[in-house]
């Protein structure tokens, strides 16, 4: 028997037609393969729940979750996470303690201003409670075939974005430019390449491909599902993006949440573009 690797889009900001479930201007994705359960990325609030629940699967049996980063979008459904695991608890229902797997930065402040913090809100203290918590800067598997890539190294130089006004505040009190060090993806190996899972690629995708393939040892990249961040590139980092993605000879570019309607219709240009939303499964 052929073990299930597949990935179920449970919000993303947009919903496919005659799927009648919710969006929202967040991403979360439940990955399942080898055994193993693992949610990346919680949305901005509880809908990623209610849409789990509307397709009848349960996430109270997670094995991992993984946080792409630290923006609300990405990590705002934590708590009603736990208030879920915690009332499944007190009626007691079984549940297992996920692993927690993030860059360590995904839980310091985020000033925005006006907004006093759009990052994480619950610290790594606060979450060890629930959750088995590793961070780390380095790429680590999480099982045989599945990869968290990490810190991104940033090579390409049409990728890297002002920071503007964003800041963030480390451990010691420090306020820094926050150029979104904790920005990772996850690669998966199939035997004809890889599958590059993403949450915003604040990093570059380009850049998270060439970490991708690096890690894996594999130069074949036949599918990108996720946010790329092009919602208002320049047409210069539009157009090497294009072309960078063209050379890859992707089978499907699934770009989505962070991905701009004129971005995804310039891509479409260079590779085959398609469409995502709520509710669309993936199979490998």
Not at 71 to 76: A, P, Q, T, V
Not at 202 to 215: L, R, T
Request: with cysteine; proline share 6%.
């Amino acid at each position: 028997m052929i073990p299930q690797r597949s990935l179920t889009v449970l919000v993303d900001n947009t919903t496919l037609t005659d799927r009648y479930f919710g969006g929202e201007p967040g991403l979360s994705f439940l990955i399942e393969t080898e055994g193993k359960k693992i949610l990346f990325d919680t949305g901005y609030s509880d809908l990623f729940l209610q849409n789990a629940a509307k397709m009848g699967i349960s996430l109270l049996d997670l094995d991992m979750v993984v946080l792409s980063h630290g923006h609300l979008d990405h990590s705002g459904g934590l708590f009603p996470l736990i208030r879920h695991m915690t009332r499944s608890i007190i009626e007691g229902m079984p549940i297992k303690k996920p692993l927690l797997v993030a860059h360590p930065w995904c839980f310091y402040p985020r000033p925005k201003f006006p907004v006093p913090d759009t990052g994480t809100l619950l610290s790594e203290q606060e979450l060890s409670r629930f959750f088995d918590v590793c961070t780390t800067t380095v790429p680590q598997y999480l099982t045989p075939n599945l990869v968290f890539l990490g810190e991104i190294e940033r090579t390409f130089e049409f990728e890297r974005v002002d920071p503007g006004v964003r800041k963030i505040i480390l451990p010691d009190g420090s306020v820094k430019e926050d150029h979104i060090l904790d920005d990772s993806s996850l690669a998966f190996r199939t035997s004809v390449g890889l599958v590059i899972i993403t949450g915003c690629s604040h990093a570059g995708i380009c850049n998270i491909v060439e970490q991708a393939q690096s890690v894996c040892g594999e130069q074949r990249v036949i599918d990108i599902i996720g946010g790329l961040h092009l919602l208002k590139p320049s047409p210069a980092r539009l157009k090497k993006t294009g072309e960078y993605l063209r050379n890859l000879q992707l089978k499907s570019l699934h770009a989505c949440h962070c991905t701009s309607l004129a971005s995804k219709i310039a891509l479409a240009g260079y590779c085959p573009v398609q469409d995502v939303g709520t509710g669309m499964k993936l199979e490998w």
